[in-house]
């Protein structure tokens, strides 16, 4: 499975902005994306997930009611849209794959992983 992250850039604090991860390969045995973000001098935490089917989220508290994770209809595409940034979401976001079980908040429980993509938000 191979994982393209995007849509990262440089944004005022309250602004908005949409993380795209495009998969590809052997994704038939997906059971869920998610989202992690690793700040500076942090290690990497997890920030929402979604089962493959899209009837599944997880948040985590410090997202929960300002990101949304999503999954396109034909199951390549999932996007976290990320709105009322605070300075503190400032970080680089990674999105990763996992085959099997629930979506784990744990990063040693994925499979695949990104390239990562950088947010940065200014007070």
């Known amino acids: 499975v191979q994982l393209q992250a995007s849509g990262g850039g440089l944004v005022q604090a309250g602004g908005s902005l949409r993380l795209s991860c495009a998969a590809s390969?052997?994704?038939?045995?997906?059971?869920?994306m998610s989202w992690f973000r690793q700040g500076p001098g942090k290690g990497r935490e997890f920030v929402a997930g979604?089962?493959?089917?899209?009837?599944?989220?997880v948040y985590a508290d410090s997202v929960k009611g300002r990101f949304t994770i999503s999954i396109d209809n034909t199951k390549t595409t999932v996007y976290l849209q990320l709105n009322s940034l605070k300075p503190e979401d400032t970080a680089v976001y990674y999105c990763?794959?996992?085959?099997?079980?629930?979506?784990?908040?744990?990063?040693?429980?994925?499979?695949?992983w990104g390239q990562g993509t950088l947010v940065t938000v200014s007070s």
């Open positions: 990763a794959n996992r085959k099997y079980g629930i979506i784990a908040r744990g990063p040693s429980s994925y499979d695949y």
């Open positions: 390969g052997r994704t038939a045995s997906t059971y869920a």
């Open positions: 979604i089962t493959w089917s899209g009837e599944s989220t």
